[in-house]
């Protein structure tokens, strides 16, 4: 089920008074609740929510997540905190619609709207804590909130920003082609050396080693590079959101070079 | 004028917002005793579009919001088809701002609105229909 289908549960606090609420409030957002604190006495929830908990006074933060949990679970709600919502922001003020993120992103997680503009359809598609995408991004209008820094993390674009060459990573590098060239080449020549050893753990190590390489220059975490698909599929998925991409580009009125 | 609505936002998949700062806020706007809406995680009902975002942006009034950068929340917004109101809106960043600050914003009547304006210098042209 897609994540904007998935039923969540909010709650409402009524009359809980300032240390008690804290307390509540500390536990109920740390398990991914959205907690309304009203000064209504009498709250009337919209009709047709039965995805609303009002609750009038706090007893205990345990009580209370306990009461939360419970109702969660009846409504088939969502549980938060087995997702950790990381994924691309585009800020629309900077993007042009040249579709580089949609070619270069090997998971799904841009599409275009029906009018053939870039949009990010599959949020939690995305891999946790790679920014990849928005370091190919010419106008770095890729953000990804939880990142260390700016402008990244959303903080302002400057011009060094759009100059500086850590912000430009060659696609076709980290497209399949020279990766897995230099991955083969390593794996042959660490292959010949491991038919004589006869250590498949040793290829492996051969093989993470350079991974990690990978991802200390372009930033990328090694369990991404680690959970790409094979070298075929890769080539595979790169024709397919390449194609996807030159569709939208051959449609889109709006593109601006 | 309506008194602003309050929102928080707890980022509570990650520390990239000093634990001491965010509970410092909460602390704060819990002693207030003034109503308010927390949110565990801003990033998270953006990526379900959750309805909770339309309601904020539909309500009348001034929003104030306490979670990061002004840019990175005028479009997680935006991306869950609910448009900040630019006049009306201000953003306490509390990666960089104290907590006493940002209390005292969030409780102040008056708004100093600080969303990135559309059409920033050396910025592409907005593609705007989005919103
Ligand atoms: S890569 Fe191109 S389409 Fe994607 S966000 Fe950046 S400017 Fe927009
Ligand atoms: S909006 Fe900012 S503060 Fe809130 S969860 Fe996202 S990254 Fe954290």
């Given at each position: 089920m897609s994540l904007k289908d998935q039923k969540t549960l909010r709650l409402v606090l009524t009359e809980a008074p300032g240390a008690k609420r804290y307390h509540a409030l500390q536990k109920l957002l740390e398990h991914g609740y959205t907690v309304t604190c009203t000064t209504e006495t009498n709250f009337q929830a919209e009709s047709n929510h039965s995805n609303v908990l009002v609750v009038t006074g706090v007893t205990s933060s345990e009580n209370l997540l306990e009461q939360a949990e419970t109702t969660r679970s009846q409504i088939e709600a969502v549980k938060h905190g087995e997702w950790k919502p990381w994924f691309p922001v585009i800020d629309y003020d900077r993007c042009t619609n040249c579709m580089q993120c949609l070619s270069f992103c090997l998971f799904g997680v841009y599409g275009v709207d029906q009018n053939h503009k870039i949009e990010v359809q599959n949020n939690d598609s995305c891999k946790t804590n790679c920014p990849a995408c928005s370091r190919v991004c010419p106008e770095a209008a890729i953000m990804f909130p939880k990142y260390k820094t700016g402008p990244i993390n959303g903080?302002?674009?400057?011009?060094?920003?759009?100059?500086?060459?850590?912000?430009?990573?060659?696609?076709?590098?980290?497209?399949?082609?020279?990766?897995?060239?230099?991955?083969?080449?390593?794996?042959?020549?660490?292959?010949?050396?491991?038919?004589?050893?006869?250590?498949?753990?040793?290829?492996?190590?051969?093989?993470?080693?350079?991974?990690?390489?990978?991802?200390?220059?372009?930033?990328?975490?090694?369990?991404?590079?680690?959970?790409?698909?094979?070298?075929?599929?890769?080539?595979?998925?790169?024709?397919?959101?390449?194609?996807?991409?030159?569709?939208?580009?051959?449609?889109?009125?709006?593109?601006?070079? | 004028m309506s008194n602003p609505q309050i929102i928080y936002c707890h980022c509570a998949y990650a520390q990239v917002v000093p634990k001491e700062v965010k509970e410092a806020v909460l602390r704060k706007l819990c002693d207030a005793n003034i109503p308010f809406e927390a949110v565990a995680d801003l990033c998270e009902l953006s990526a379900r579009r959750d309805a909770g975002l339309q309601r904020i942006v539909t309500t009348t009034g001034p929003i104030k919001i306490a979670a990061c950068y002004p840019r990175a929340v005028k479009w997680l917004f935006a991306a869950a088809q609910a448009r900040l109101p630019a006049d009306s809106t201000e953003i306490l960043n509390m990666r960089v701002q104290t907590a006493e600050e940002i209390f005292e914003r969030l409780l102040n009547p008056e708004v100093k609105p600080n969303l990135p304006a559309s059409e920033q210098p050396g910025a592409k042209p907005n593609l705007s229909s989005h919103v």
């Open positions: 903080d302002a674009v400057t011009a060094a920003d759009l100059d500086r060459e850590k912000m430009k990573i060659d696609i076709s590098a980290l497209l399949g082609g020279d990766v897995y060239s230099m991955l083969r080449t390593r794996s042959e020549r660490a292959q010949s050396r491991f038919s004589k050893e006869r250590d498949p753990d040793k290829a492996l190590k051969e093989r993470q080693r350079c991974l990690v390489k990978l991802a200390e220059a372009g930033d990328i975490p090694p369990e991404v590079l680690m959970a790409l698909p094979s070298p075929e599929e890769i080539i595979q998925r790169a024709e397919v959101a390449k194609a996807k991409a030159a569709a939208a580009l051959q449609n889109s009125p709006q593109q601006i070079s | -």
